[in-house]
């Protein structure tokens, strides 16, 4: 839960948090592999070689873990930069041949116009010396075989649709006389680094009093719609959000003779960040934050008494959960 803790940092410090550790460094690199399979290092040297002196402004974030597979070992390497999120799946037989197609999908994506190293021609087999002066014919070159790469992963694409359910807790400032705790759901699809999402939020009742025993309680239940895009892969996956919510603020007096109830229609323009980090292939934890700006502002009134409720200009949200991704 240590990168957790960073991601509520990044939430509460800046909008937008996508540039390398280091200046100068194009590759900021996060890698986990088995033991006697290549390291880091042995990846960032192959990608700076096959860089060289290319000049390019571009800079990216990634995160590679290779993993035993069914008997293979299998490379799994996502890539965020200016253009979006790639993710690639590789398989090989032996470890160490992963090393040099990671470093060339790391090096394309900072520089498209690299090109792969030409491999090395076999060494020629010397002839033995001929007795006599007459000169032996040049015999054929045998064909050099392809070398042994990995393979893609079956079923894995770079690109694909992947359904997201997601669970948690809220707690709300400015839609209900005093801070509001609540529950948060979401369905959506993800498409590269784009997520789309359909959520419902919940405001447990909250209660006020504007002297003498009289006042009000109040709840929100709400719909909406959000669009979210990744702008940074490592350690936590981190994307801004916008969106729109459409629901029903409700309240209920208490204290007068006559209280009576009510409910005004709620819509509110919604701006956040977001951040997930993966526990597993398919499981992982969510957090976000962001402004809610409500379109209109009801008045709750007590006959004799007043206004007893008005939601603020603009407020805020916080919500912690789990969230399953499949396939």
């Not at 069914?70 to 398989?91: P, Q």
Request: net charge negative.
């Amino acid at each position: 839960m240590h990168r957790l803790t960073r991601c509520f940092g990044l939430l509460a410090g800046a909008w937008l948090t996508a540039g390398p550790a280091r200046a100068g460094e194009p590759i900021e690199l996060e890698w986990s592999a088995p033991d006697g399979c290549p390291t880091r290092q042995d990846v960032l040297s192959r990608a700076a070689a096959l860089l060289g002196q290319t000049e390019s402004e571009q800079r990216i974030l990634a995160r590679g873990r290779i993993r035993a597979a069914e008997g293979e070992f299998e490379l799994e390497l996502e890539t965020v930069t200016s253009d979006g999120t790639g993710r690639r799946r590789l398989r090989a037989g032996q470890c160490e041949e992963l090393a040099q197609p990671a470093a060339l999908l790391l090096a394309l994506a900072v520089n498209p116009a690299v090109t792969a190293p030409e491999p090395a021609p076999p060494e020629p087999t010397p002839e033995p010396a001929a007795l006599d002066s007459t000169p032996p014919a040049a015999a054929p070159a045998a064909p050099v075989a392809p070398p042994r790469g990995p393979r893609p992963a079956e079923g894995a694409r770079e690109s694909r649709w992947a359904a997201r359910l997601g669970l948690g807790v809220a707690g709300d400032v400015g839609a209900l006389p005093t801070p509001a705790p609540g529950i948060a759901g979401s369905v959506g699809a993800a498409l590269g680094g784009t997520t789309l999402e359909a959520r419902l939020t919940v405001l447990l009742e909250q209660r006020t009093e504007v002297g003498g025993g009289r006042g009000g309680a109040f709840t929100l239940t709400t719909g909406g719609l959000s669009a979210c895009h990744d702008v940074a892969a490592a350690p936590v996956l981190l994307a801004p959000c916008l969106g729109v919510e459409v629901g029903r603020l409700s309240g209920a007096g208490f204290g007068v003779t006559e209280p009576g109830s009510g409910s005004a229609l709620w819509v509110a323009g919604l701006a956040g960040l977001r951040g997930v980090e993966a526990l597993t292939d398919g499981l992982g934890v969510w957090v976000g934050a962001e402004l809610v700006v409500p379109v209109g502002r009801p008045e709750f009134v007590l006959e004799n008494v007043g206004v007893v409720h008005r939601p603020a200009r603009a407020g805020g949200r916080a919500a912690i959960g789990a969230e399953v991704r499949f396939p």
